[in-house]
């Protein structure tokens, strides 16, 4: 019963907590409002989640998002000096292949997000299995280590939340 | 205002507008898209954050309540400039690159933009 009112209870409380974000101010009459949208867009929609992956341990997406936070200002400070810094012809861009264990949708898009909002690269694209991502790396000298951080700091961790 | 609240509020704008300076140098200066697409992804993210930052302190320091809409402005940032990176990216590997100027993939399919797709119907969670 609570499953079939609650499909998707992720994205439920993803929307209550945007909807107060919204109209900014918490109030018990916009907490309702925000619960009936919750409840009411992921039935409209539960159609176009087909083979929605599960989540398995919540705690882990916490920690996740604030390794990415900070792995973005980082990525700021590193791309500026680069920028600032460094001679046109010093920077020596590459691409990288990186395999991939992670087999959902969702999680290998969130990994190419991650990928392209931390230092110095951008997903590119997949292959056409899903079975691996083309990463292009603005300044490296060793390619071998971006990959290894890539899938020991973020995908280690996308595996412990979709399993 | 106290003074506190003007001096952080100051210096997150005067961050803000560095790294959003360096981000637009950067288009100049870098030599071609996909190079050139790193900095708008990157060093303007926290040129953003940083104005979203003092207005969150503003606010705050002005009103006594906190103001939720910059946190929002950040999360549907961060879900649209990677998608929005992803498609340049692809648009010039199509366009300018050839496959064989990429390193080669290593499973038993080549790129998306190059290859089509396995026609098996069981892989359809895969992206």
Request: aromatic share 8%; hydrophobic share 50%; charged share 15%.
């Amino acid at each position: 019963m609570l499953t079939r009112l609650i499909p998707h209870p992720f994205l439920s409380l993803t929307l209550i907590l945007v909807w107060i974000g919204l109209v900014n101010k918490f109030t018990l009459g916009n907490l309702i409002l925000g619960t009936a949208f919750g409840l009411i867009i992921p039935m409209l929609t539960a159609a176009y989640w087909p083979n929605r992956p599960s989540i398995a341990r919540p705690l882990k997406i916490a920690e996740y998002v604030l390794i990415v936070l900070w792995d973005i200002i980082v990525a700021n400070v590193q791309v500026a000096m680069i920028i600032l810094f460094k001679r046109e012809t010093e920077i020596r861009s590459q691409w990288i292949p990186i395999p991939l264990e992670l087999t959902s949708a969702e999680a290998i898009t969130v990994l190419a997000g991650t990928i392209t909002m931390t230092p110095g690269t951008v997903s590119a694209m997949l292959s056409a299995d899903g079975g691996s991502i083309l990463v292009h790396c603005l300044h490296t000298d060793d390619p071998d280590a971006i990959r290894d951080e890539i899938k020991s700091r973020y995908e280690r961790r996308l595996l412990e939340i979709f399993p | 205002m106290n003074i506190v609240a003007e001096i952080l509020i100051s210096l997150a704008l005067v961050v803000s507008g560095i790294f959003g300076f360096v981000g637009s140098y950067g288009l100049i200066k870098l030599k071609d898209s996909v190079q050139r697409l790193h900095a708008p992804t990157k060093a303007t993210t926290l040129g953003v954050g940083g104005v979203l930052i003092a207005s969150m302190i503003f606010f705050y320091a002005k009103t006594g309540q906190v103001s939720i809409h910059e946190l929002l402005i950040t999360l549907f940032l961060f879900l649209t400039a990677p998608i929005t990176a992803n498609f340049i990216a692809k648009t010039y590997l199509a366009r300018n690159v050839e496959e064989n100027d990429v390193p080669e993939c290593m499973g038993e399919y080549g790129w998306s933009v190059y290859c089509d797709p396995p026609e098996t119907s069981s892989d359809s969670s895969r992206g």
